[in-house]
């Protein structure tokens, strides 16, 4: 068996785009905390919307990938329902996100806008 041209240490392609996805996630779960954390310094309910922020933007990639992974049985009449399904969801999740945020800081916003930021 040639070394050079093992398979068992090339990953499978199904296994490639789950590590990826996992490695982006905790990248952006990194990135918010590290955020929340050097605005919290300044302002509480601004690190309370960059977190509010933070996980919706995370949770977002995560439905994305997992749509795009969905469709690679799907037939091409299919992907153009299934795409704007993911991106109604991912809307309304952003939706949900700035209302919460909204409601939480009526008075002087800085939870909306760190959400929203």
């Known amino acids: 068996m040639d070394p050079q041209h093992d398979d068992s240490t090339t990953p499978r392609p199904a296994t490639v785009p789950r590590r990826l996805q996992r490695r982006w996630i905790l990248a952006g779960i990194v990135a918010t905390c590290s955020a929340v954390i050097v605005a919290g310094l300044f302002d509480l309910a601004a690190a309370m919307g960059i977190a509010l922020g933070g996980v919706a933007g995370t949770l977002a990639f995560w439905l994305l990938a997992r749509q795009t992974a969905g469709m690679m049985g799907l ?43």
């Open 75 to 117: 037939s091409p009449t299919l992907v153009g329902a299934h795409i704007y399904r993911g991106l109604f969801v991912r809307l309304v999740l952003y939706g949900l996100t700035l209302t919460l945020a909204y409601f939480l800081d009526t008075g002087d916003m800085h939870v909306f806008a760190g959400a929203a930021g």
